[in-house]
């Protein structure tokens, strides 16, 4: 157990070990654009639950405004899809094996009231989610173009409703997180990246990222 300790203080410390090398750090800014599964954010516990119900209760009060218009003798379902996570994030290495910085993350999501008739949607629900976060990286392996690390972010998350003929039906708000079990980063100057963790970006990301 000690001797396993001692490894993992040496990893962070960043010495080079079993084959690593101390990276580059002429170019310590990072910019990268992510896309990521949409379905555990947006189900998860992530979604602070709050956000979800208060989201929930001002639908059904739109769609009870709403249903009226269906003719009688006919009845109405409501359907649903979403955009994937999209996050753009900013890190600044300011040491070997640590980065510092911050992600704003969004995904849209869209319900709309439809008609068994003829199956067309005359009313939408619209709502808008915006991760605002900041958080740190820790670099524990890196060897010629390829980097494996961790990262762990927090933040708020903003929710925002709206219909068709409402921009602003109403809001709410919750902190947010994203945990990065493990992520691979691949390439130079110009890199790819693959994260594999929970929170605002999803259980799986992928994404690409400058460095400067």
Not at 155 to 161: A, E, H, K, M, T
């Amino acid at each position: 157990m000690k001797r396993f300790l001692l490894f993992l203080v040496i990893c962070f410390l960043g010495i080079p070990i079993s084959g690593q090398n101390l990276p580059d750090l002429s170019n310590k800014h990072h910019i990268e654009f992510f896309v990521g599964e949409p379905l555990s954010t947006l189900w998860g516990v992530n979604l602070a639950y709050y956000g979800h119900t208060k989201g929930q209760s001002y639908f059904y009060e739109w769609a009870d405004s709403r249903r009226p218009f269906i003719d009688l003798g006919r009845s109405g379902y409501e359907d649903s899809w979403f955009t994937p996570s999209f996050s753009l994030g900013y890190y600044y290495q300011i040491l070997p094996w640590l980065e510092i910085g911050g992600e704003l993350s969004t995904l849209l999501t869209c319900t709309t009231e439809n008609n068994f008739s003829d199956h067309r949607a005359y009313a939408y629900f619209l709502t808008s989610n915006l991760h605002i976060s900041t958080g740190a990286r820790f670099v524990y392996y890196h060897k010629k173009i390829t980097d494996l690390y961790s990262g762990l972010a927090f933040g708020l998350s903003c929710r925002f409703y709206a219909t068709e003929t409402t921009p602003l039906l109403g809001s709410s708000f919750w902190l947010t997180w994203q945990v990065t079990a493990l992520g691979v980063r691949f390439g130079k100057q110009v890199y790819g990246n693959i994260e594999l963790g929970y929170g605002y970006k999803g259980l799986l990301s992928a994404g690409i990222g400058y460095r400067f």
